[in-house]
Structure formats: structure tokens, C-alpha cells
């Protein structure tokens, strides 16, 4: 048995050898990733898609005139842009003239004007294009807002100047701006490709405007937005010509029309694949060379099996700070999860330190608001966030006054609750919502119980560690709080936390009350809009927790609206204000933020990744052992 065995394992590393070999010679990065591919690659911020769906399409849409570098800071880009100038106006608005080089072209050959760093432009204020879409630029671009409410028939700050040249113009409540060079960071677009061959851009000088179909510029983007295939039109490093929804696979090639990134950097590798990595099985799976690339391991598991590989050769590896964390995300406009105790009393119920202790092995810790290890702002006030936010340490006792003193005091009949039964709260009409739990008694009084649905994506180690500790932990069934977890895939699981009913109507219906979740920041921390209670804006994929709090909305736009992107120290402050803010609502339970470790192949030369450096950015500069 033991000679069979031997017999086995040699064979298969033989295999994987082969396999490493192979994708040596052809120059092929295979990409395993646990978070499964939906095939949603419009560009951001149209609509909201996953990370690994992001991460697609920033391979293959780049060319943005400001970017970001190394280190995470905005800068030109000198291969896009010849020339951009500023000039701050009279009345407060500030223009800036774009001047880009000629010679420009999409994977396809098409050239590439001022016209295509437009047109997207027009489109985030269209009053049509924008319904259920995250297309918000008529809240900066002056002119934008009375173009969306139909008062104008163009966009005033948006100027086609000449083929190669426009300008934008911000509205002066969006200047000063701390991250003020991203007003700049737009990118071309194929107006042919996602809007038809009918649609054109003009500005007959009082400003720009689309002329198209409407109807059948809808339906074009939604053809564009789900395609992948040869003649998907892009200009990336990459191009995206197949995906295969069944086998959650997605196959980029070199745009051999790419000029470069911000630094004329070109890529060598010729071809990534991304698939699906199962997390029970991964190290299997990249032994036998289904993949061999497996990016931001997490798990403390799989980072010490990672490390494991690399030790036995044919690996090499790099680690960093992660800019995120992973969380629980609550929805707080309906069911139990909308009354803050409850947040908080799950917060409690959730021994956090062990949690991250157990997931991440050493390689993360626990963070308590929304904020990574990995980000420079933590950094820099790492003893305040210690000292002055909750921590909301594990304590039973203290959950259950929270539920008590915020009325969680009845059985299902509305006697008094006694232990071993659900805790129920009486709840107004507006309260208790469609929530499908609800009692309504003989008189008319609507109780709440304290049941919890819970999405949670399947395969998931967080998953199962949370279903352990508490969904089924005996201190939540104690308390009288009822978790239910409901297993389904990652693509399922954000089409009912969008709210999405261009997917199914049922996921426009509120479902669930917690999922949970992970989120990566891009350098410019931005989150103004993020908890914005404006309906339209909601209705367009912002404050997906649905928290309302005017105080949080406050907050989130002082921090960076009206602040110079010198003026570290005002940044500072308010952003500390937020983070403690946001810390006493919990709209999320973080549970852990991590150190990342990326494995690759050792013939994967020059590969360096950071916090803020992504593989999508890091790839360009990795080259083919010799």
C-alpha cells in the first residue's frame, strides 16, 4: 500500500512538473480564485461587481489619464495624456483641459479621441442610462444635475474641444477635494461598442450630449456589459476572449495594440486564465497544475500550506498588509438586524479575538471599524483607533441586556419571554416591514422574533467558522437569537445583497438580514456617497447596508469634499470621526484583517505586490525565467 502510494504521489509530481513546464513555455498564468466569477466585466463604477469580475475588468480597461502608482499615490499618466492643465474659475468651479496623445488604439485597431474619455462622461449624467447603474457624474460635473433632471439638453462642464482635446469642469461644492488629481482618472471607451453604431456624442459648444436610440442603447449595454469573446472592444493589457459561466473560467490574452501603463510598462506574460480554486481542495488542485497562481491567500491554513510549497519547490511567494478586512455585513432597513442593539448584540455574542485567531493562524488580527492593516490612514493613528473605539469584546451577559432594555422581552404569544424560546419585540407597521417571521396577535400587535436569515457563500471557511461560533453557538441560542445560515453560490449571494432586480425579481424583495463578506480599499479612500440616504442614489447601488444616519452621510463627504489634497491633518481628523461614528452605529461586525500572501510559480520573475500594487497592476512588470 505504501509502495502504491509512493507510486502515486510521484506520479503526480510528474504532472505537475509537466504542467509547470508547459505554462512556462507558453507564458500562461493559470489564476485560481475561491471568489467564483460572475461574468459582470462592465467597467466600475457602472455597476457593482465582485472582486475576482474587477479584477477582469481593470486588465483589460486601463488608459486612464491620472492613475495610481507603487505607492498608491495618483499621478498623470504620460502615456495617455500629452498635457493637463487646471485653472480654478470664478464662480469656484475648477476646469481641467485634457490634451491626449495621438496614436491611441483599442485591442480591435479602432483609434482611440478625446470623444471616447468623454462620452462615458455624458453617460453617468444621462437621465435614463443611469437607472440602475452606480453612474453618479451628475453630482460632479458642473452642469451634470440639471442635464439628469431634464432642465438641459447637454452637459455644460463637458467640452469636446478638438479630436484630441476636452475638458471637464467640477461643480465648486466638489472643490477642494483631497483626492482631487481621480477627477482626472477617466478612461476611453468604445461608444460603438457599448452604445451601437447609431449613438454620437456632440457639443455645439454650450456643452456635451449623447444622441442616440435610448431603447436600443439600453439594450446594447447590456449585451456589452455580459460579452466576452473576441470582439469584446477594450484597451488593456489584457483582452477578454472567452468565459465560460458554466466552468467559472475567464481567458484573457496580450493586447498586442497595448502602449503601456503610466510608466510604458508593457506585459510579457501572454495569456491568464482565471478559474474557480476550491478551498477545501486547492492545494490539490495547483499540485496537479489546474492552476498556478493562487493570489491573497487568507486562510491561516492555507497560507502555512502555501508556505509548505514553497518550501517543497517550484513556488515562490510574496506577502503584505491587507488593505481590507472581512466582515459581516448587516442590512439595516428591515427585520431584527435594523435596530442597532441587535447589531451590537451580535457583535457581543462573537468572540472576535478567537475568531481571527482561528481563521487566520497568527498571519491577521481583529479590526474594529472600517479600515485594513495595510492602510497608510490606520497606520498613522493606530493608538487612537486602540483607545477610542469599542471593541465590543465577547460578552453573553451584556448582549442579553442590550436585547432586553431594547424591548427583545416576549414569547411568540406576547407572554414574557422565558429561556429556551425565541425573544420577540413589539414592532410598529413601518417596523416590521414585509419581514416574514412577523406574529400578529388578536389585537393587532405585531411581534418581531429574533431570528436572523443569514447568505452565506458555499465553500467558505469564514462561512463554516461562523456557523460554528455563531449561528449555532450555545451563547446565541441562550440569549434567545436564532441565526439561520443560508448556503449559496457568491454570485447568488450579491444579487440579493444588491437588491437586484434586473437578476430576478425576488432579489429586489429584502431577504436577508446578514451575509457575510469582504472589502478591499482602492488608494483614495472615498467614501462619500457610501451612506448617502438619498432614495435615487440608494435605488443606483450606494449604502447597500441601507443604514440611514445623517450624522455617518455627514461625515463621509466632509472628509474629503472641501479638503486640500495637502491638508493631511483636516483629512485626519474627520476621518477619524468617521470611523469612531460608523463604529458606534456597526452597520458591519469586521472580523478580521489580515496579512496576504500571494504563491506563484518560481519561473515568475519580477513579480512584487503590495497593499495598494495589484496583481492586475503587478503582472505587467513580471517576467518568463529564461
Known sequence: MKKLLALL????????????AENAEKGTIIYGSTTELGGDFAPGPWWTNGSTDKMVRDLTNDY?????NQGGEYVL????????????????????????????????????????????????????????????????????????????????GLHLIDDYTYSVTIRKDKIPFYYELSYVADKPFSMKYWLGETAELHDDGEGAYLKLDL?????????????????????????????????????????????????????EIEKIVVVKAE??????????????????????????????????GGFDYVQFDRAGYGMLNFQCDFGPTQF????????????????????????????????????????????WLDENLDAYAYDPEAAEQLLIEDGWIYNADGSDWTE?????????????????????????????????????????????LLNVMLAQGEQTKAVGMQINQNVMTFTELLNYYYRDA???????????????????????YDQSYQWTTDPELVAQGYNLPRLYDDVLDWLSMKMVYGVDSDDTVTYLTFWKQYISRWNELLPELPLYSNVYVTLYPDWLEGYEQDSFWNFEQAILYATVAE
Open 420 to 464: 429556551g424560546n425565541i425573544r420577540h419585540k413589539k414592532v410598529t407597521p413601518e417596523e416590521a416591514g414585509t419581514y416574514v417571521h412577523n406574529v400578529t396577535l388578536a389585537d393587532g400587535t405585531i411581534l418581531m422574533p429574533l431570528i436572523i436569515e443569514w447568505s452565506s457563500s458555499d465553500g467558505n471557511t469564514v462561512s463554516e
Open 502 to 524: 434586473s437578476q430576478g425579481d425576488k432579489y429586489a424583495v429584502p431577504t436577508y438580514g446578514m451575509f457575510n463578506l469582504a472589502v478591499g480599499f482602492v488608494p483614495a
Open 64 to 68: 486612464g489619464v491620472a492613475v495610481t
Open 279 to 312: 478551498t477545501a481542495t486547492w492545494a490539490d488542485q495547483i499540485k496537479t497544475g489546474a492552476f498556478n497562481f493562487y493570489d491573497t491567500i487568507v486562510d491561516g491554513d492555507q497560507v502555512n500550506a502555501a508556505l509548505d510549497l514553497v518550501s517543497a
Open 9 to 20: 504521489l510521484a506520479a503526480m509530481m510528474l504532472m505537475s512538473a509537466a504542467a509547470f
Open 77 to 156: 499618466n504620460p502615456t495617455i495624456a500629452e498635457s493637463v492643465e487646471s485653472v480654478l474659475n470664478n464662480d469656484g468651479t475648477k476646469t481641467f483641459t485634457v490634451k491626449i496623445n495621438e496614436g491611441l488604439v483599442y485591442n480591435n485597431g479602432e483609434e482611440i479621441k478625446a470623444a471616447d474619455f468623454v462620452w462615458p462622461m455624458v453617460l453617468s449624467c444621462h437621465p435614463q442610462l443611469t437607472e440602475g447603474t452606480k453612474l453618479s457624474g451628475f453630482l460632479t460635473y458642473e452642469g451634470g444635475e440639471e442635464y439628469h433632471d431634464g432642465k438641459a439638453e447637454f452637459v455644460s
Open 215 to 267: 431603447e436600443k442603447a439600453k439594450a446594447r449595454l447590456e449585451e456589452a456589459r455580459f460579452y466576452a469573446g473576441p470582439d469584446r472592444v477594450s484597451a488593456g493589457p489584457y483582452s477578454l476572449v472567452e468565459f465560460d459561466k458554466a466552468a467559472l473560467q475567464a481567458t484573457l490574452v496580450k493586447n498586442e495594440n497595448y502602449a503601456g501603463n503610466f510608466e510604458g510598462q508593457k506585459p
Open 340 to 383: 442597532e442593539s441587535v447589531r451590537h448584540a451580535v457583535a457581543k455574542l462573537l468572540d472576535r479575538n478567537e475568531f481571527a485567531n482561528t481563521f487566520c493562524m497568527g498571519w491577521g488580527g481583529v479590526v474594529n471599524g472600517p479600515y485594513g492593516t495595510g492602510l497608510w490612514q490606520y497606520q498613522e493613528v493606530e493608538e
